[in-house]
């Protein structure tokens, strides 16, 4: 049986910190779905359609193996796609203890719904204080943002 890992999450954008969280991944499980899903609690700066096409650009400008897929998810929960696809797992990455808090009672929650595990995994240490909302507000403001996201993202958020 393969083994099938989602990486779920905003991507708005896909930071070097979620690339390496993607990366690892992939390398621990036969087939890694990197998810874009729609979060309401937050106000998005790009649509899921491009956040998506950023991922895809920035995997195959990174040369990762060709076990990654990207979709994305609106329609119903996280775990339904998790049963759609064959999923047993989610990867999510953990960079602080606001994080743990943030992600526990979701990956409860995911398990008890389908059985779903969730595995953290700590990023590179060179990547643990990039965020997507800090990345939108140093672009937002003129800033350069090439540091924190792949060229792909740099390049797009710059023509913008
Ligand atoms: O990058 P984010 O915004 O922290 O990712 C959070 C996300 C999108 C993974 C989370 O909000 C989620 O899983 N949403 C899907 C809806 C769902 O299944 N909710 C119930 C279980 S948590």
């Not at 999450?9 to 896909?14: E, M, N, R, V």
């Not at 329609?75 to 996280?78: A, I, K, P, S």
């Given at each position: 049986m393969d083994r099938i890992a989602v990486v779920p999450?905003?991507?708005?954008?896909?930071t070097l910190g979620h690339l390496d969280v993607i990366e690892r991944a992939a390398g621990l499980f036969d087939v890694v779905h990197v998810v874009v899903v729609h979060n309401p609690d937050k106000s998005a700066l790009l649509p899921v359609a491009q956040r998506a096409s950023l991922i895809e650009r920035s995997i195959s400008d990174a040369g990762f193996a060709g076990n990654i897929i990207v979709a994305s998810w609106s329609?119903?929960?996280?775990v339904d796609y998790c049963e759609d696809v064959g999923a047993q797992v989610l990867v999510k990455g953990i960079r602080s203890q606001v994080d743990v808090a943030y992600e526990t009672p979701m990956a409860i929650v995911n398990r008890n719904l389908a059985k779903v595990e969730t595995i953290f995994m700590l990023p590179d240490p060179a990547h643990a204080h990039v965020s997507s909302s800090l990345v939108r507000q140093v672009a937002g403001l003129g800033g350069d943002v090439s540091p924190y996201v792949p060229t792909a993202v740099a390049e797009y958020l710059q023509r913008r």
């Open positions: 999450g905003s991507f708005d954008p896909i329609v119903g929960l996280l």
